[in-house]
């Protein structure tokens, strides 16, 4: 199939943000924003409380929505907490050393890995309402050493708060 063919047929293109319900939403952007470096962004003004964040400059990318208010509700009138069928949400980061150390400061519990391999390093955290986050980072451009495999090696069968 050439690469014509395949620009001529619908398909995705990009993830452009993921929402996420909560109950405390200045709790959520917090966590965002202080310990992973997003910033927030403009939001249209919705009748129920919320957050749009956003990756700084120069990256700007992915922005996560926070829904608060009854838009945050599930059918038996609770917020969900946690993933649910989505084991985590993956986002591309740089600063490995820095991000730790953020992490750490915030009291997370959090792990780390490498996938055999591969020069890739990661981070997992979980927000303030359960979802495992997965920061990425390439390590051949990371500076400093990459994660150690400690009690805090990632194990995707181990479920951690």
């Known amino acids: 199939m050439s690469l014509t063919s395949v620009v001529t047929v619908p398909c995705t293109q990009s993830l452009l ?44 990318g992915i922005l996560i929505h926070l829904y608060g208010g009854k838009p945050a509700l599930g059918v038996d009138g609770k917020v969900p907490v946690g993933s649910g069928a989505i084991d985590h949400v993956a986002i591309s980061a740089v600063g490995f050393q820095e991000m730790r150390q953020r992490i750490v400061e ?8 490498i996938p055999p391999g591969t020069q890739i390093w990661q981070l997992f955290v979980r927000d303030p309402n359960g979802i495992l986050i997965e920061l990425t980072f390439d390590g051949a451009k990371e500076r400093g050493p990459g994660p150690s495999r400690d009690s805090r090696w990632y194990d995707a069968y181990e479920f951690f708060k």
Request: one cysteine or more; proline letters at 12%; glycine letters at 6%.
């Open 17 to 60: 943000h993921i929402a996420v319900k909560t109950t405390d939403v200045p709790a959520t952007v917090r966590f965002y924003c202080d310990v992973l470096g997003m910033i927030e962004v403009d939001r249209p003004a919705f009748d129920f409380p919320g957050a749009w964040l956003a990756t700084p400059p120069p990256a700007k």
């Open 106 to 113: 915030s009291g997370k519990n959090w792990r780390q890995n």
